[in-house]
């Protein structure tokens, strides 16, 4: 059997166990120490000025934090994009709140603009208004940030901007992770850049980054005995994983630019193919990091369509995984609100994420490249 192809996999720049050594040699093996403040001082100084970062344990937790900040509770709504990872919804219902998915529009794949101003003026009409809205830069591409800014602004509902996939990504020359009223990264294995598992809470001032702190070590009051005012969380990320994500954060750019390498590589591989389109920035004011790249099927026929595509890469140990499935065809959220326009099904039964790692080798590419060309000759001739 060839060597697997991943679709997305830890790709360590060099330095990190430089960090965890260290670590080691100084006996901070916990979940605070000189990495941690390193780690979040290089994503403060990446992210730039105004922003103030927690380093925690994951992602899903710091959305779970990003809720609870934003005083989301028992029997509140907020407003979800269902196309996404289920870890951006199953904190709100953590809460004791439940979601409302939003459809995503054609261009960025990300919640569409209009469908969130109807969900608002409905869920308002039904005398309830939304405490908060979550929406996601999806692979990496940044959602319409000014027209779900205008509309959060408008309605004054704050957004949690889950960025867990972009890291690296910009609107307009800003930073993914700075849209946000509260901003949520990670660094998960299979992420941009990995702390093995791992996530940061954006927040805009201090107040917030301190409060995210107490709430993710237990929420100790001030006091030589443990005494306890709030429900605290055990969501700090250790001085171990954070060395890791200090040694990471050397490499980012570099393979930011790797990802994006491999977009191009998919966009000439397909470019004579008229069926399959390769998933770009529809203007140049986004810039993706290409955390994964992906393809759509303009048109399905049996053998020829996302899993026909899928299995052909598999018999060649080639990873390749269906879109995210949106969260209002889960049938954990069945009974969940959902405002629709047939975007996300669409993209769900039409699309493919394809191997898309930083570390991918020209040999690696010379073997996608092969099982696609196989496969697309296969269907041409049958
Ligand atoms: C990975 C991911 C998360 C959660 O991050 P973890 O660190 O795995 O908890 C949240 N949202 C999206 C869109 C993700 O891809």
């Known amino acids: 059997m060839k060597k ?69 509770g028992k029997d509140d709504e907020v407003l979800c994009q269902s196309m996404t990872f289920s870890a951006s919804a199953n904190p709100i219902v953590y809460q004791g709140a439940t979601p409302v998915f939003i459809d995503s529009e054609r261009e960025t794949w990300n919640m569409c603009p209009d469908l969130l101003e109807t969900a608002i003026l409905d869920r308002q009409a039904k005398g309830k208004k939304p405490k908060a809205i979550v929406a996601v830069h999806l692979y990496g591409m940044p959602y319409k940030v000014e027209e779900l800014r205008t509309i959060s602004e408008k309605y004054d509902i704050p957004i949690i901007e889950d960025s867990a996939e972009a890291l690296g990504s910009s609107y307009k020359g800003k930073k993914c992770g700075t849209f946000g009223d509260i901003s949520v990264l990670s660094f998960n294995g299979n992420k941009i850049i990995t702390t093995s598992g791992g996530g940061a809470l954006v927040s805009k001032n201090l107040d917030q980054k301190n409060k995210s702190i107490f709430l993710a070590t237990q929420a100790r009051d001030q006091a030589p005995y443990y005494q306890h005012s709030e429900i605290g969380y055990n969501y700090r990320l250790s001085n171990i994983s954070a060395g890791i994500g200090c040694g990471q954060m050397e490499v980012l750019d570099s393979h930011v630019a790797l990802r994006r390498k491999m977009n191009l590589f998919y966009q000439k591989l397909f470019s004579d193919i008229e069926e399959i389109n390769v998933f770009v920035e529809p203007t140049d004011e986004l810039y993706s990091n290409h955390w994964l790249s992906c393809i759509t099927f303009a048109s399905t026929k049996p053998g020829f369509n996302p899993d026909g595509l899928r299995s052909a890469l598999l018999k060649e140990n080639i990873e390749s995984r269906p879109l995210w499935k949106p969260m209002h065809l889960q049938p954990i959220f069945n009974e969940t609100p959902f405002y629709g326009n047939g975007v996300s099904e669409k993209l769900f039964e039409t699309g493919l994420c394809l191997p898309s790692g930083s570390n991918l080798d020209d040999e690696e590419r010379h073997r996608i490249l092969v099982a696609v060309t196989m496969y697309l000759k296969e269907r041409r001739n049958g």
């Open 4 to 72: 697997k192809i991943y679709l997305s996999s830890p790709h360590m720049g060099g330095n990190e166990i430089n960090y965890i050594n260290k670590a080691f040699y100084a006996n901070w093996i916990a979940p605070l120490g000189p990495n941690v403040t390193q780690f979040e001082i290089s994503l403060e100084d990446y992210l730039g000025v105004g922003n103030h970062v927690s380093a925690l344990s994951s992602g899903t937790a710091a959305i779970h934090l990003a809720l609870i900040l934003l005083d989301v």
